[in-house]
């Protein structure tokens, strides 16, 4: 998987390699891929085309409102599908600052409707008549290297656009395998001081990654009981307080293992696994071993 080991090393794409609205199948698709600004705190609000829209996000973070809902975070690698046959208002914000590197995707509604029948029959049931469905999972490795295949496209013109379209297509039928028969998100409202303790749980996670404080005493910490801690995390952040430290412990393994910048056993010990349970957890996570990285 030569694309998979390089999730976390390839180099920024600049902006005049990058594909912006790239139409394909009569325009019935619309493909971007590569770098792009993103400045922390600018707000982009316009509405959400009908249809189906898959991002695969490499690197960066965003959040995710559409009309007066919670936002949704969006924290890279990680997968996005937007199911929508109404009218609705999406509002995407810059968590990250400087650039995110991400496929979109946006699939014109009758032609998801004609070419994807079944799958999106079964998202438009989840999501509800006329409601817009939001699904985000964490990317793998085959969705993360075929999102590299397109903003990396080996092939020049004029068999560009084939290669192009048939990697979309094959990046679709990855991404609705992984989330075709599960719910969408529905985020619940937190109050904004519920949100500040929150965050700075999540702060002291990222901190102390190697030798993490307990749930307990997160809980003090943030002025929170555990219980509500736990709600409140799930709510704000789609995992557990301790799922996310999982996720965000088995990302920083694979980008100093990817990188070169650690042996196995020294990236393992590094974000407090011993060598064997993180080879566990690893596999699990990426679908390969992390001698697959090199």
Not at 14 to 34: D, I, T, Y
């Amino acid at each position: 998987m030569i694309y998979a080991a390089r999730v976390n090393s390839i180099q920024p794409l600049s902006n005049h390699e990058s594909l912006v609205g790239l139409p394909l199948f009569s325009q019935q698709l619309s493909l971007s891929a590569g770098t792009f600004p993103n400045p922390e705190g600018e707000r982009i609000v316009g509405p959400m085309r009908r249809g189906l829209k898959i991002a695969v996000m490499l690197d960066g973070r965003q959040s995710l409102e559409l009309d007066d809902r919670p936002a949704v975070l969006v924290r890279g690698p990680a997968l996005l599908v937007v199911a929508n046959s109404g009218d609705h208002v999406q509002q995407r914000t810059g968590l990250s600052g400087g650039v995110v590197r991400c496929v979109l995707m946006q699939f014109d509604l009758d032609f998801v409707e004609r070419e994807f029948a079944a799958p999106m029959q079964q998202l438009f049931a989840l999501a509800g008549a006329g409601d817009a469905g939001i699904w985000v999972r964490p990317a793998d490795a085959d969705l993360c290297a075929l999102a590299l295949q397109i903003a990396e496209c080996p092939v020049a013109a004029p068999l560009r656009r084939l290669y192009l379209a048939g990697k979309a297509l094959e990046l679709a039928a990855v991404a609705l395998d992984r989330i075709v028969g599960q719910p969408p998100l529905r985020p619940a409202r937190l109050p904004a001081r519920t949100r500040e303790q929150v965050h700075a749980a999540r702060d002291m996670l990222v901190a102390a990654m190697q030798e993490p404080p307990s749930l307990a005493e997160l809980a003090r910490a943030t002025g929170l009981n555990p219980t509500k801690l736990t709600s409140a995390f799930r709510a704000e952040f789609g995992a557990s307080v301790f799922g996310y430290l999982q996720e965000l412990r088995l990302q920083q393994a694979h980008a100093l293992i990817a990188e070169g910048e650690a042996s196995i056993a020294e990236a393992a010990f590094r974000v407090g696994y011993t060598p064997a349970h993180f080879s566990s957890l690893f596999r699990k996570r990426f679908g390969m071993p992390p001698s697959g990285l090199r």
